[in-house]
């Protein structure tokens, strides 16, 4: 896990991987034994003094002396938790360098009298969640000895260095054989549920949005677990797959999992380090398939998953070419077990009056755990660029009615698992008792812009940065696309594949193959060969239409394609009759078999959904989508 944290530091965005304890002093704090205490922490624990480096491709980790620890001072005009916490996300924004030792920061915050944040900001990569209880601990019993004037000594612990010699004693690509499977049918990577996109919404970081679970005790989550031979992780995997299998349409599900691996040596429970990893983990989750089975079956896939738990990123990708040389996971779930702050109350009053806190930020843009207290607690953590307030609360929701479903209906398929309760159901009916807006059923989508061309020729049509089109332009080009598939042998009804980037060429390629009577199929070159060349063949197309930069592509997919010239010779759009019933367009979705499905899409369907949507929003000439 170390060397894909050293590969996001690289590539990644501020903020991601940063972790931060937050301890509570309703006292006047000593800054002189504050900073002997955590001395003793960094003399102690080789983690704490470590560097990250890459050499000749190869990440290398190195410890260095103990350095001399400093404990920054500032003061909160405001006591409050939102001004605690717009603080803590500005000191997660101050990157760290890995390459340095210690890649971590102290800082003790004033807010008052006999009221004190202390602030241990650290980097992911030198220590798990595990390890960083033990410091907190550990870092408190030696504030707390050094007040009362005693001596302290640090609990023996594993040397990482022997965890590390166990690793390299592994088999080389012992692995492979086990990932192999788990892809095998795989795709891509799976999708995200009410994504948004990178950047879609004004925001920067993360939240988390907190769910206890309270329809279900944990004792009676306990007694199911146990009686059908899984574990409550299993249970919060399933429902994840389960949710996100619901929400995307996809039945194998990939997501991340992580895994303590603490077996390769005895004593391993002691190591102070980041020892844990994240691997993908599958769930097949097709809706006759019942919850039991499901069950079980991850279960089983866990208890496999042991014998490979330390398998590397570069390692786990020599497997597969899907993934283009990414995690082929972008959602990460894990099964705690425990809340750390709980723990450390629960140790005494030396503690308990001094609560710590732990916040965490992870490099994906959704990240599940659960907790077990009085109940099972879910958090969502979830990228604020990409996800609402209310689209975190929705899936936390719907997850947790997952998970009550599971436990009251074991025997029950996926398919037959409802995800919504009555406030979904009352937003839907609103939804659905709307006016009925009518439409045109003689035109098609063509004909319909032609129309708009005609009312406002000069208007901008196409917008792809600082370039614009107007109506006329947008038309001009469309038809000349048109002009040249009918010159190519393209007839109505036909197919075009459409393999472009996101441009104006795009929209008046894809305007163009309507206008030239035929459906337009798009092809998206990060897809693997394979299913290019599968859905070339089974759209039968005739013609595909490609750049410069997607071309080659298609060429290693089998797909010849015609690349348009920025200097064709304008000429006018083929006479097609029009027919509303004619397909428009087909899309592949991903298939309940494996393999992808293309759903054509007629053009009186498309005029049907735009003219309400554009009705039941108000939307205008001004107005974007």
């Not at 719907?398 to 309760?421: C, F, K």
């Not at 599968?534 to 595909?544: E, G, N, P, V, Y």
């Amino acid at each position: 896990m170390q060397l894909g944290m050293l590969l996001e530091d690289v590539r990644g965005e501020a903020g991601e991987n940063i972790e931060q304890v937050v301890t509570e002093f309703h006292e006047e704090v000593d800054l002189g034994h504050l900073r002997e205490a955590w001395q003793v922490m960094v003399r102690t624990h080789p983690a704490l003094r470590t560097s990250f480096h890459w050499q000749d491709g190869v990440g290398h980790q190195r410890v260095h002396p103990p350095p001399g620890v400093e404990i920054k001072t500032t003061k909160l005009e405001q006591d409050s938790d939102e001004a605690l916490r717009t603080w803590l996300d500005g000191e997660r924004l101050i990157p760290f360098r890995l390459d340095t030792p210690h890649p971590t920061r102290f800082t003790l915050i004033k807010l008052g009298d006999k009221n004190y944040r202390f602030v241990w900001t650290y980097h992911h990569i030198i220590l798990d969640g595990r390890s960083a209880v033990t410091i907190v601990k550990q870092a408190i019993e030696a504030y707390q000895a050094l007040l009362e004037g005693k001596p302290y000594e640090t609990e023996g612990h594993l040397p990482l260095q022997q965890h590390v010699e166990a690793l390299k004693a592994l088999p080389p690509g012992h692995e492979h054989p086990f990932w192999a499977e788990l892809f095998e049918g795989i795709e891509t990577t799976t999708a995200l549920p009410l994504d948004r996109g990178p950047r879609a919404l004004p925001f920067r970081g993360h939240r988390e949005h907190v769910l206890p679970l309270k329809a279900v005790p944990v004792g009676d989550l306990d007694a199911f677990a146990k009686k059908h031979g899984v574990t409550p992780n299993t249970i919060l995997q399933a429902a994840w797959a389960m949710l996100v299998g619901r929400y995307t349409g996809t039945d194998s599900v990939l997501f991340g999992c992580t895994r303590a691996c603490r077996h390769a040596v005895a004593g391993a429970e002691t190591i102070i380090g980041n020892v844990m990893n994240t691997l993908p983990f599958r769930a097949d989750v097709p809706r006759e398939r019942t919850v039991l089975d499901l069950l079980q079956g991850l279960r089983q896939r866990w208890v496999d998953m042991r014998a490979v738990e330390h398998t590397t990123l570069p390692a786990l990708l020599e497997t597969t070419s899907l993934f283009d040389g990414q995690p082929p996971f972008v959602s990460h779930v894990v099964f705690e077990g425990f809340d750390h702050s709980t723990t450390l109350q629960m140790l005494g009053p030396t503690w308990a009056k001094r609560p710590s806190y732990f916040f965490e930020q992870s490099s994906l843009p959704l990240s599940l755990s659960a907790t077990v207290g009085k109940y099972l607690l879910l958090k969502l953590e979830y990228d604020r660029s990409r996800f609402s307030d209310d689209d975190a609360a929705t899936l936390t929701r719907h997850l947790a009615r997952l998970i009550e479903g599971m436990v009251r209906r074991p025997d029950a398929t996926i398919g037959d698992l409802d995800v919504l309760d009555d406030d979904d159901r009352k937003e839907i009916f609103a939804l659905s008792v709307a006016p009925k807006v009518p439409f045109p059923t003689d035109q098609t989508i063509d004909a319909m812009i032609g129309a708009q061309v005609r009312k406002t020729p000069s208007a901008i049509a196409v917008r792809d940065g600082d370039e614009t089109l107007s109506y006329a332009d947008f038309w001009d080009r469309a038809g000349t696309i048109a002009a040249e598939l009918h010159r190519r042998g393209v007839a109505p009804g036909d197919r075009v594949g459409i393999c472009l980037g996101r441009s104006l060429d795009l929209a008046t390629t894809l305007v163009g193959t309507l206008r030239a009577g035929a459906a337009y199929v798009p092809l998206d070159p990060a897809y693997p060969r394979e299913r290019l060349a599968f859905m070339a063949k089974d759209a039968d197309l005739r013609i595909t239409v490609a750049s410069r930069q997607t071309e080659e592509a298609l060429r290693g997919a089998g797909i010849e394609s015609w690349v348009p010239g920025k200097g064709m010779e304008a000429k006018e759009a083929p006479d097609v009759p029009m027919d509303p019933e004619r397909i428009a367009y087909v899309i592949y979705t991903s298939g309940s078999t494996g393999q992808p499905k293309g759903v054509p899409i007629r053009h009186r369907s498309v005029i049907n959904h735009a003219t309400a949507i554009i009705a039941l929003y108000g939307l205008g000439p001004t107005d974007r989508m």
